[in-house]
């Protein structure tokens, strides 16, 4: 017979805090079925072009049609509106009165080419690389990489995707051997391995003429030129990238966690993708918002901090012959900056305080600021709309948890929070915890994703004041 509860006991239930696994909230199925559909989109989709593409073809064939082709909007249509393969959003239109919003990022780290990048040196091709976004550098040798991307040729566009298919070659920046090391590793972790020497090794051959002076150079500018129509000019204009190659894979004996290329921030591409087209109220106008260009600070044409949202705003005014403002619409905005943030790990606790860090497994993560000590370069948002979306999620049995990105002083990282809420909407910062964030292969829970996925799914069924 269970024993009987002391009132402190009681007491203690009904005011302090438990933190229980999310899986606590969560059935064991639905996890997996999602996080499968999630394992294929972050391992086929490894560039910002190739999600955008992807969100628009899984909209397309869930009936959405060009918002920039519809002369009235229909309640309950669902449509889309992409710019250059690097910003898209999906609407599901109810009316301009009140707008719900997610956005999230579809760029992570990576290798891009420079644009001189083919050179020979000591008898090897390399292409030599310019990184993106903000990457330990030694972590990106000796591993397999994918070549991805577009070029333009003097034929037309080609597509590469080399590395993924398992007879494709690969391509690898080799680390020095510990016996030559010494030196190497006296120095400062961030130096082990400096940007001008993440040159990935891609041929050996040469061409059998000794009349050319760079012989190997050669024989791989020629399979280039013979195989695609890709002369040395082209790299100038193309948008070609090293990612890490191979799909990405369960981890644990319990197979609870997914490693993986790019979950910062294609799980918040994905779960709020998946939340829209599966969202079944509606409540509100919904609005699912990708962005590129967020791991360099959001700058540029396809950044958070130009003007897709504003513009999308005035094309839904519009469209919708409604005689609202741009300014009451703004007023009646609610966004949920999507993005990963980083979870306590068992090797470096430290960084973090254990009382405010976010946990695998514990559920999706809502911080109400980001930013580093001082809540320098975050939106905070107000205790209002954290209020709202706390009773939200707690009816709706959606597991959560909030933490601090590390400790105070020790660092910190922002997101497009600030970006979007300059315009007067509700913001506030949510997304799952990871970690090794930044890393090739970074680390996440099933149960976080599914958990930022019925999030996302009540956020948009629901209508907050
Ligand atoms: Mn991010
Ligand atoms: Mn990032």
């Known amino acids: 017979m269970a024993e009987k509860k002391t009132p402190l006991q009681q007491l203690s239930e009904k005011i302090l805090l438990k933190k229980k696994h999310a899986k606590a909230l969560l059935n064991q199925k639905d996890i997996d079925s999602l996080a499968k559909k999630y394992v294929q989109f972050i391992s086929e989709q490894k560039t910002e072009r190739e ?98 991307g577009v070029a333009y040729t003097q034929k037309g566009r080609v ?42 090794i891609i041929g050996s051959d040469e061409v059998d003429d000794d009349a050319v002076s760079e012989k190997v150079k050669l024989s791989i500018a020629k399979h280039l030129y013979e195989t695609y129509g890709l002369t040395e000019e082209d790299f100038i204009s193309a948008e070609l990238s090293f990612v890490p190659a191979g799909n990405a894979r369960e981890v644990g004996f319990d197979r609870s966690m997914i490693l993986g290329y790019g979950h910062d921030d294609r799980s918040s591409v994905f779960t ?116 709202a979306l706390i009773t939200l999620f707690n009816t709706q049995k959606v597991p959560w948890q909030t933490g601090e990105n590390g400790k105070i002083d020790v660092g910190g990282g922002g997101t497009i929070a600030m970006f979007l809420a300059k315009w007067g909407a509700d913001v506030v910062d949510i997304g799952i915890p990871v970690l090794a964030m930044h890393a090739p292969y970074e680390l996440a829970h099933k149960a976080d994703v599914y958990s930022a996925y019925l999030a996302y799914k009540a956020f948009f069924e629901h209508a907050l004041k």
């Open 272 to 387: 709020s993708m998946q939340a829209l087209l599966d969202a079944k109220k509606i409540s509100q106008t919904q609005i699912v918002l990708v962005y590129d260009k967020e791991e360099i600070g959001s700058y540029g044409k396809t950044g958070a901090q130009n003007m897709f949202f504003t513009h999308l705003i005035e094309e839904l005014i519009q469209r919708s012959q409604s005689d609202t403002t741009p300014s009451a619409v703004w007023r009646n905005t609610k966004v949920l900056s999507a993005d990963v943030t980083s979870a306590i790990d068992p090797n470096f606790a430290d960084v973090h305080d254990p009382t405010n860090a976010n946990y695998l497994g514990r559920g999706v993560a809502l911080e109400k600021y980001g930013g580093g000590g001082g809540k320098y370069s975050t939106s905070d948002a107000d205790a209002e709309f954290m209020h």
């Open 51 to 148: 999600v955008i593409n992807k969100v628009k073809k899984q909209a397309i064939a869930h009936k959405f049609t060009n918002l920039l082709e519809a002369k009235k909007l229909v309640v309950g249509g669902t449509y889309y509106y992409a710019v250059n393969e690097k910003n898209i959003a999906l609407i599901r239109y109810q009316d301009m009165k009140k707008i719900h919003a997610i956005a999230s990022h579809a760029d992570s780290p990576c290798l891009h080419l420079k644009p001189y990048p083919l050179a020979e040196t000591q008898k090897l091709a390399v292409l030599k690389t310019h990184y993106y976004g903000g990457i330990k550098k030694y972590q990106w040798l000796n591993i397999p990489l994918s070549l991805r």
């Open 159 to 200: 597509d590469f995707s080399i590395g993924d298919n398992p007879t494709d070659p690969v391509f690898t920046i080799p680390d020095l051997l510990p016996h030559l090391g010494r030196d190497q590793l006296q120095k400062e972790a961030r130096k082990l391995v400096e940007g001008e020497q993440l040159n990935a």
